[in-house]
């Protein structure tokens, strides 16, 4: 059940125009009638009342050719047959093979109505990599047990080993990944952490320290420490209920971090003690973990300093991610997070970003079969990150054998964000979502971009309950693992 401070309200979007996927063309044989602006149900005709005069159509709310069947038609019911639709050629230009353009408008229609999109035009599920979750189909019951939506939970655990530390519950089986002060303007942290809040879930503060703005929020707010230890004090350790301990990314494994000295502003120098215009580095790795008895150890540590609180422990995919999550597990932590070869980074190198770390597909099941054989697969909970673009692929990465997901990018694009790669570039971001320049970092407001986080998780949720009625379940746990579930489309019949 969703929790009750979730409410959905329409949040549209901040520019008049964004990429649309069809052109609808008026003509000048147009008498301004203004029938098209009454019959067409989702807006893309306007008339000022007052001027008599139809305004030029906000066509990316046109839902297309589908259209064409129906009785409200515009194209068909003009007079003076003064309109036409055509396909965008600017339209896939947009986004990329992993991040498709209909994956991008269907992010950005849930985040403005907080539902999944009713259109049939729009593929928002899979994406044209090629491969992983791309490939893989759920192969739903043809008679599923019936089951109720409303019965349906989506709440996970987060402590598994009942160690007598906080029992976390979260409502939805995700959650936002780390993006420090420095990477990301202080907007985008607050709204983050506020949605956090209202979905019962949690985000994380990124390696850039904590800001005090966040402090509201610190029930759902994890501490992250790493590498460079930027901003980490005791009592930002001792204010949260999960700190996490970042060895790695999945993008570029083993070369640490770099925030650019143009985004290095004096209030993100400051969190961060270190000289304003400076580049700052994370080394790789930790200078004080070399064995996992000194990863025991800087558990310990965290332990020692916040009595109560998770420990999760972030780490790339190499080959022997497995024995990485079971050390982990032995070394006391709650939660093993793995974050695959996808893992977005404006900052990573592509050599990187496509050669080092595996796949989250691979890795999610070579885990959970790992911790499973040796016996410690129910004492600790196994999140998934690197490449968890929608709702479809929550639920086939918790299928492999996840409990659950942290998610980046997603939460950036319903932030409106074009997916352009030029996060460290220059002042950074010009949408005001990855940049700390203060004039870019006002171009939305907090209230704004929670709502669009809360809707997009509401619509997240929906598809979760939706897959879970089809295959007859109750309760997400049950998906854990379900690999006999999914199909691949190259090898299926
Ligand atoms: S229905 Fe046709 S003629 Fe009337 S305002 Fe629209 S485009 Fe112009
Ligand atoms: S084709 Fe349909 S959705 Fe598109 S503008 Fe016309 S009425 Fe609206
Ligand atoms: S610069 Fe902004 S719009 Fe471009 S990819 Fe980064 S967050 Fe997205």
Redesign the pocket.
């Given at each position: 059940m969703k929790p009750s401070t979730v409410k959905i309200n329409k949040m549209p979007s901040r520019f008049k125009h964004q990429v649309p996927k069809y052109k609808v063309t008026?003509s000048d044989?147009?008498?301004?009638?203004?029938?098209?602006?009454k019959t067409c149900p989702y807006g893309v005709?306007e008339?000022s009342e007052g001027h008599n005069k139809?305004k030029p159509p906000i066509d990316y709310k046109c839902i297309g050719f589908e259209c064409q069947s129906k009785d409200f038609c515009?194209i068909t019911?003009?007079?003076?047959k003064?309109?036409s639709l055509s396909l965008n050629p600017m339209y896939n230009t947009l986004g990329d093979p992993r991040w498709t353009a209909d994956m991008i408008t269907g992010t950005w229609i849930m985040a403005e109505t907080g539902y999944p999109p009713e259109r049939t035009d729009l593929d928002y599920n899979v994406g044209n990599s090629g491969g992983g979750f791309d490939k893989l189909r759920f192969k739903f019951p043809a008679k599923p047990a019936k089951v109720d939506k409303a019965e349906i939970s989506t709440a996970i655990p987060l402590n598994r080993r009942k160690d007598g530390r906080a029992d976390v519950v979260i409502s939805t089986p995700v959650y936002g990944g780390g993006m420090s002060f420095g990477s990301v303007s202080l907007s985008t942290m607050v709204s983050k952490a506020h949605n956090a809040t209202i979905w019962n879930t949690f985000t994380c503060t990124g390696e850039g320290g904590f800001p005090d703005i966040l402090k509201p929020y610190c029930d759902h707010v994890i501490t992250q420490v790493a590498t460079g230890l930027f901003g980490v004090r005791e009592e930002t350790i001792q204010r949260v209920k999960i700190v996490e301990l970042k060895y790695a990314q999945g993008a570029k494994p083993g070369l640490g971090g770099h925030l650019l000295g143009e985004k290095n502003t004096e209030a993100v120098a400051k969190m961060r003690e270190a000289v304003k215009g400076t580049s700052l580095f994370s080394p790789f790795p930790f200078h004080s973990v070399y064995s996992i008895e000194d990863h025991k150890k800087h558990i310990d540590w965290i332990k020692a300093v916040n009595p109560t609180a998770l420990l999760s422990v972030k780490v790339s995919t190499p080959n022997d991610v497995d024995m990485v999550a079971v050390g982990s597990y032995y070394a006391g932590a709650h939660i093993i997070h793995i974050d695959g070869g996808y893992g977005g980074t404006g900052a990573a190198p592509d050599i990187a970003k496509k050669n080092i770390a595996m796949p989250i597909e691979y890795a999610i099941t070579k885990v959970h079969n790992f911790l499973k054989a040796e016996g410690v697969r129910d004492a600790i909970t196994l999140i998934a990150s690197g490449g968890i673009r929608t709702a479809h692929d929550l639920a086939k990465a918790i299928c492999l054998g996840a409990n659950g997901a942290v998610i980046g990018t997603a939460e950036l694009v319903a932030l409106e964000c074009v997916r352009c790669g030029n996060c460290e570039s220059g002042r950074g971001c010009s949408r005001g979502i990855a940049t700390t320049d203060s004039v870019l970092a006002d171009l939305f407001d907090e209230k704004w971009a929670t709502q669009r986080l809360t809707n997009m998780y509401n619509a997240w949720n929906v598809q979760l309950v939706d897959i879970l009625q089809k295959f007859g379940m109750h309760d997400v746990s049950e998906l854990v693992g379900r690999t006999d579930l999914l199909e691949h489309i190259d090898y299926s019949h």
């Amino acid at each position: 059940m969703k929790p009750s401070t979730v409410k959905i309200n329409k949040m549209p979007s901040r520019f008049k125009h964004q990429v649309p996927k069809y052109k609808v063309t008026r003509s000048d044989a147009c008498i301004n009638c203004g029938t098209c602006a009454k019959t067409c149900p989702y807006g893309v005709h306007e008339r000022s009342e007052g001027h008599n005069k139809v305004k030029p159509p906000i066509d990316y709310k046109c839902i297309g050719f589908e259209c064409q069947s129906k009785d409200f038609c515009c194209i068909t019911k003009c007079p003076r047959k003064a309109l036409s639709l055509s396909l965008n050629p600017m339209y896939n230009t947009l986004g990329d093979p992993r991040w498709t353009a209909d994956m991008i408008t269907g992010t950005w229609i849930m985040a403005e109505t907080g539902y999944p999109p009713e259109r049939t035009d729009l593929d928002y599920n899979v994406g044209n990599s090629g491969g992983g979750f791309d490939k893989l189909r759920f192969k739903f019951p043809a008679k599923p047990a019936k089951v109720d939506k409303a019965e349906i939970s989506t709440a996970i655990p987060l402590n598994r080993r009942k160690d007598g530390r906080a029992d976390v519950v979260i409502s939805t089986p995700v959650y936002g990944g780390g993006m420090s002060f420095g990477s990301v303007s202080l907007s985008t942290m607050v709204s983050k952490a506020h949605n956090a809040t209202i979905w019962n879930t949690f985000t994380c503060t990124g390696e850039g320290g904590f800001p005090d703005i966040l402090k509201p929020y610190c029930d759902h707010v994890i501490t992250q420490v790493a590498t460079g230890l930027f901003g980490v004090r005791e009592e930002t350790i001792q204010r949260v209920k999960i700190v996490e301990l970042k060895y790695a990314q999945g993008a570029k494994p083993g070369l640490g971090g770099h925030l650019l000295g143009e985004k290095n502003t004096e209030a993100v120098a400051k969190m961060r003690e270190a000289v304003k215009g400076t580049s700052l580095f994370s080394p790789f790795p930790f200078h004080s973990v070399y064995s996992i008895e000194d990863h025991k150890k800087h558990i310990d540590w965290i332990k020692a300093v916040n009595p109560t609180a998770l420990l999760s422990v972030k780490v790339s995919t190499p080959n022997d991610v497995d024995m990485v999550a079971v050390g982990s597990y032995y070394a006391g932590a709650h939660i093993i997070h793995i974050d695959g070869g996808y893992g977005g980074t404006g900052a990573a190198p592509d050599i990187a970003k496509k050669n080092i770390a595996m796949p989250i597909e691979y890795a999610i099941t070579k885990v959970h079969n790992f911790l499973k054989a040796e016996g410690v697969r129910d004492a600790i909970t196994l999140i998934a990150s690197g490449g968890i673009r929608t709702a479809h692929d929550l639920a086939k990465a918790i299928c492999l054998g996840a409990n659950g997901a942290v998610i980046g990018t997603a939460e950036l694009v319903a932030l409106e964000c074009v997916r352009c790669g030029n996060c460290e570039s220059g002042r950074g971001c010009s949408r005001g979502i990855a940049t700390t320049d203060s004039v870019l970092a006002d171009l939305f407001d907090e209230k704004w971009a929670t709502q669009r986080l809360t809707n997009m998780y509401n619509a997240w949720n929906v598809q979760l309950v939706d897959i879970l009625q089809k295959f007859g379940m109750h309760d997400v746990s049950e998906l854990v693992g379900r690999t006999d579930l999914l199909e691949h489309i190259d090898y299926s019949h």
